[in-house]
């Protein structure tokens, strides 16, 4: 019997890999992508970072802002980087692979986790990006061996999570036009109702609630915990870990029940 579960584990992991793998080769064929998800976090860090850094109107609790600013802008890289990442089953089932990886014996939940591993893959260059930029602007960051898998770990779940969800959304919309008008729709309140730029305690209630409820919050939280020098979690590091897993573990089991409906 351990036999069996250990040949399946084994199977499900490949099937993951695969489909990883997959994207992954896109991404080769193609590196425009990355340079052009590198201009965003450079506006964000250089122009709106520095202005407000100068301003000193955002209280970070004795926090220089700019290092309070670029987990945030990681965060968003993130968030940005996988909730578009949807369309691309959108175009895989115009294309007729969805097709073929629906009649093929994968487990529907590997199929969805490999996509989401390969939006954390695409993540992790933006968090090379990001602490690139955070460098050259002199930001106090934490290097030690257990920061930085931390950070990959947060990175990769974040990005899994927003993927699945984007995934799901596209499994609803099911074409390029709504999918594209509803992803715009909802980076923008995900972002500015989170605590990426300005921390939750100068929020009126009622965004306090939301930002709460919000995802990219903990990712958020657990990134400048673990990113910066001296720093501590508001939310507490295990939540923050908690949160994102759990949270990829639910959207995964729904996603890999509603991948079929994309091709009905």
Known sequence: MNTGFFAQAVRYLATVAAITGMDMRKLRHDPTELVTRAIQ?????????QVFAQSHSIPTGGM?????????????????????????????????IVHK????????TALVLGKALAAGVRALVQAVIVYAIAVALDVKLT???????????LVLLGAGL???FSLIIACIVKTRERFMGIGQV??????????????????????????????LSYLVDGLRSIMVADSV???GLAMDFGVL???LTVLVLIGGRMYPRLII
């Open 233 to 235: 979690s508001t939310l």
């Open 162 to 164: 927003f993927s699945t």
């Open 101 to 108: 990886f629906l009649v093929s014996p994968a487990p529907r």
């Open 245 to 247: 897993a759990a949270g």
């Open 143 to 153: 290097w030690s061996l257990p920061a930085l898998l931390g950070v990959a770990a």
């Open 41 to 49: 976090p450079m506006l964000w860090l250089l122009v709106f970072g």
């Open 64 to 96: 220089d802002y700019m290092a309070f600013l670029a987990p945030g802008i990681l965060a968003q890289s993130v968030l940005f980087v996988a909730i578009f990442n949807g369309i691309s089953v959108i175009w895989e089932r115009d294309l007729g």
């Open 186 to 215: 909802l980076t923008m309140p995900l972002f500015f109702a989170s605590n990426a730029i300005y921390p939750t305690s100068i929020m009126p209630p009622w965004l306090k609630v939301v930002a709460h409820a919000n995802p």
